[in-house]
């Protein structure tokens, strides 16, 4: 069964960092993508990052592009989402999913099959 399990949000002042993690089990690492997204209130999930474990590849929304950083540790099956300059804007509940996937990851919702069940992460100005 796979499993995911995110943890590290929490209330920040802008400008300030946090490091989210996800925790994965019950696949094999090397043949799945990992996507990290988040939904605000009232707004639809969105894509900020995905990382392929298959050919290392990496993609960021632009709107992180330049401030976060997705990262694997395949010796811990953990994924990390590095949240520096944080604004606002970036508040809302994030969320690390998983999809097998031997090709470049996307940032799209629907292509991920595994869900964590979020972690919330709200920016104070």
């Known amino acids: 069964e796979v499993q995911l399990v995110e943890s590290g949000g929490g209330l920040v002042q802008a400008g300030r960092s946090l490091r989210l993690s996800c925790a994965a089990s019950?696949?094999?690492?090397?043949?799945?993508?990992i996507g990290w997204f988040r939904q605000a209130p009232g707004k639809e999930r969105e894509g900020v990052a995905c990382?392929?474990?298959?050919?290392?590849?990496?993609l960021y929304n632009g709107s992180v592009k330049g401030r976060f950083t997705i990262s694997s540790d395949n010796a811990k099956s953990t994924h990390y989402l590095q949240m520096n300059s944080l604004k606002p804007e970036d508040t809302a509940v994030y969320y690390c999913?998983?999809?097998?996937?031997?090709?470049?990851?996307?940032?799209?919702?629907?292509?991920?099959?595994?869900w964590g069940q979020g972690t919330q992460v709200t920016v104070s100005s």
């Open positions: 999913a998983a999809v097998r996937l031997l090709e470049s990851c996307v940032v799209t919702p629907s292509v991920y099959d595994y």
């Open positions: 019950g696949f094999t690492f090397d043949e799945y993508a």
């Open positions: 990382i392929s474990n298959s050919d290392g590849s990496i």
